[in-house]
């Protein structure tokens, strides 16, 4: 007789929470895979997504990888938007510093860049055999945010859901230093209307390069 294997689906005993969601994530990927072979794009990706998740001063849990980008989460009330800023700053630099390192060891150049979408709102998670997944139309929203109009290749975007919940202290700091911000609203096929703001941080990438 045939026999059919399943996997387990365990419910895990977590209800329904709000709670941050932080993709930081790899421009240029695609171009890159299909231009270097695989075991040199493996170690560089590796090296790439090892420096990113090593500056986690937000003490965000990682749900999983993704390729070449990081999906962390943290239940709770949200960060500031100058705690955000900061959290994308040391990512983005050190993202950088081990990109300029592989370029050398490597003796090829490296076109990637680092950019992140953050969400916030109500999520919950179970587990298949040993995964743990999470769920909520706010996960949904956040991976298709990854597919947005914005035309830079190194940018912070954060929804209204988030800022609107986060803690504005240390905002007029973020305007004394010149981070400029700009708002969009866009449609995701079947989902609603989600705005955001982002903060374009290419050209403070590029001058640093120059420097």
């Known amino acids: 007789m045939e026999q059919h ?6 419910t895990l005993d977590r209800d329904i929470v709000d709670g941050l969601l932080f993709i930081p994530d790899i421009s240029g990927f695609t171009s890159f895979v299909h231009s270097t072979d ?7 990706t590796y090296e790439l997504l090892t420096a990113v998740i090593g500056e986690n001063e937000l003490k965000l849990d ?19 938007l100058c705690e955000m800023v900061h959290q994308f700053k040391m990512m983005t630099k050190a993202f950088e510093t081990k990109r300029a390192e592989l370029q050398n060891s490597f003796s090829q150049p490296l076109n990637l860049s680092l950019k992140a979408v953050a969400h916030y709102g109500p999520m919950t998670e179970y587990a298949i055999g040993q995964f743990r997944k999470l769920y909520g139309k706010v996960v ?7 597919k947005n109009s914005i035309e830079s290749d190194c940018y912070l975007l954060l929804t209204d859901s988030l800022l609107e919940k986060s803690d504005p202290v240390g905002d007029d700091e973020l305007l004394q230093h010149g ?17 955001f703001t982002y903060f374009d941080f290419s ?4 001058l640093k390069q120059v420097a």
């Open 38 to 44: 695989v075991l040199t794009g493996k170690q560089i």
């Open 140 to 146: 949904v929203e956040a991976h298709r945010l990854l």
């Open 5 to 10: 294997h399943y996997h387990k689906v365990v």
């Open 203 to 206: 050209e403070e990438k590029a």
């Open 179 to 195: 981070i400029r911000s700009n708002k969009l609203c866009e449609v995701f096929g079947s989902l609603s209307n989600i705005c």
């Open 62 to 80: 990682i749900a999983e990888v993704e390729g070449d980008a990081v999906l962390f989460y943290k239940y709770g009330s949200a960060p500031s």
